[in-house]
T-cell receptor
Framework: DAGVIQSPRHEVTEMGQEVTLRCKPI?????LFWYRQTMMRGLELLIY????????DSGMPEDRFSAKMPNASFSTLKIQPSEPRDSAVYFC????????????FGEGSWLTVV | QKEVEQNSGPLSVPEGAIASLNCTYS??????FFWYRQYSGKSPELIMS????GDKEDGRFTAQLNKASQYVSLLIRDSQPSDSATYLC????????????FGPGTRLSVLP
């Protein structure tokens, strides 16, 4: 079974540029999560979707961040414009409610904004 | 007060010893609790989940939950160098949803 697939795995971009991170959840999963991990703040939930509908976006740091889930097999997290403080590992994760609350993480997108 | 707290470590134990990792949470209504392991440069992976007070054992791992004290722990018996990783405690704040909050993690080092 393919796990959660994220792209790109690594991205280095200049401040002010737009960054788009992509995620394909595990087939059949009805929840999708975007997390950000830094040394200072740990693993933070940014937003999560249920059946493609955003449920809680209170963790989205500011208007520069946006996330979409146009269908059950694809989601994007966009940062526009990017800033150096956005440098982090961004994890996408998915779960199936009946699986007992187990969430499965992708390998992460390592973002560096210079 | 943070929602989920853990000692950041590092916690160092000799090979073969018992490693004890602790976690406290602030939301008394939380119902489900999880331990994830994260190797350096990798994504978190689930080790244990626990929903009821008491102990739950899975191989060398034992999760302990005390809802009255708002406390969750993970014991690793016969620790191996391959157990060296960061251990994240996670709490689901929703009874019916999937609103997970992670602690900052405890870094464990098992010394050969």
């Amino acid at each position: 079974d393919a796990g959660v697939i994220q792209s790109p795995r690594h991205e280095v971009t200049e401040m002010g540029q737009e960054v788009t991170l992509r995620c394909k959840p595990i087939s059949g999963h009805d929840y999708l999560f975007w997390y950000r991990q830094t040394m200072m703040r740990g693993l933070e939930l940014l937003i999560y979707f249920n059946n493609n509908v955003p449920i809680d976006d209170s963790g989205m740091p500011e208007d520069r961040f946006s996330a979409k889930m146009p269908n059950a097999s694809f989601s994007t997290l966009k940062i526009q414009p990017s800033e150096p403080r956005d440098s982090a590992v961004y994890f996408c994760a998915s779960s199936f409610e009946s699986s007992g609350n187990t969430i499965y993480f992708g390998e992460g997108s390592w973002l560096t904004v210079v | 007060q943070k929602e989920v707290e853990q000692n950041s470590g590092p916690l160092s134990v000799p090979e073969g010893a018992i490693a004890s990792l602790n976690c406290t949470y602030s939301d008394r209504g939380s119902q489900s609790f999880f331990w994830y392991r994260q190797y350096s440069g990798k994504s978190p992976e689930l080790i244990m989940s626990i929903y009821s007070n008491g102990d739950k054992e899975d191989g060398r791992f034992t999760a302990q939950l005390n809802k009255a004290s708002q406390y969750v722990s993970l014991l690793i018996r016969d620790s191996q160098p391959s157990d060296s990783a960061t251990y994240l405690c996670a709490v689901n704040r929703d009874n019916y949803g999937q609103n997970f909050v992670f602690g900052p993690g405890t870094r464990l080092s098992v010394l050969p």
